[in-house]
């Protein structure tokens, strides 16, 4: 069964500061990998879809790298803003046909 | 922002009562998905719907029920809710598989 780790759970940083959030799963064979975030009260926002046979996918500040082999995908920020706090949660889609499983996310706080 | 509307957006109901609730589309996507969320558990997956009338159960389906009569519609339906059903609940539509998930800003539902 897949499982899908995020670690740390909580990050806290200076505004500016680059940084990188992780996520591990636990069975390779994925179809594709996708990084949310979701501010309080509200729903998932698609950030980065990798499918997998991808190594990097990029947007504005954003970078989200997959390595299947280690089972690994991370997602850098640049620059950090205040703006960027929020729960970034990725999530691993398996074979056509099944659903995405979630890792339980990071949790940013950026200070201005 | 993709289309989608849930609702209602909060409920509060007792034991034992039915719940429907709603989910609406403006995009005509294929794949319609609900989750739940709840702290520690992160996002699992109910039911959802790869067509009208075509659906399928997920993680956590038992005590839920779902239906999709037409494209732009997908409800779910707790038939005796239960205190443990209290969580909220995302609805997901994405074009195809391995495509970008688009969320609802979910329900928040408390079973008494």
């Known amino acids: 069964k897949q499982e899908v780790t995020q670690i740390p759970a909580a990050l806290s940083v200076p505004e500016g500061e680059n940084l990188v959030l992780n996520c591990s799963f636990t069975d390779s064979a994925i179809y594709n990998l996708q990084w949310f975030r979701q501010d309080p009260g509200k729903g998932l926002t698609s950030l980065l879809l990798?499918?997998?046979?991808?190594r990097e996918q990029t947007s504005g500040r954003l970078n989200a790298s997959l390595d299947k082999s280690s089972g690994r995908s991370t997602l850098y920020i640049a620059a950090s803003q205040p703006g960027d706090s929020a729960t970034y949660l990725c999530a691993v889609g398996g074979q056509a046909g099944t659903a995405l499983i979630f890792g339980k996310g990071t949790t940013l706080s950026v200070s201005s | 922002d993709a289309g989608i509307t849930q609702s209602p957006r909060h409920k509060v109901t007792e034991t034992g009562t039915p719940v429907t609730l709603r989910c609406h589309q403006t995009e005509n996507h294929r794949y319609m998905y609900w989750y739940r969320q709840d702290p520690g558990h992160g996002l699992r997956l109910i039911h959802y719907?790869?067509?009208?009338?075509?659906?399928d159960k997920g993680e956590v389906s038992d005590g839920y029920s779902v239906s999709r009569s037409k494209t732009e519609d997908f409800l779910l339906t707790l038939e005796s809710a239960t205190s443990s059903q209290t969580s909220v609940y995302f609805c997901?539509?994405?074009?195809?598989?391995?495509?970008?998930?688009?969320f609802g800003n979910g329900t928040r539902l408390t079973v008494t």
């Open positions: 719907s790869y067509g009208v009338k075509d659906t």
């Open positions: 997901a539509i994405s074009e195809s598989e391995g495509r970008t998930l688009h």
């Open positions: 990798i499918q997998s046979s991808q």
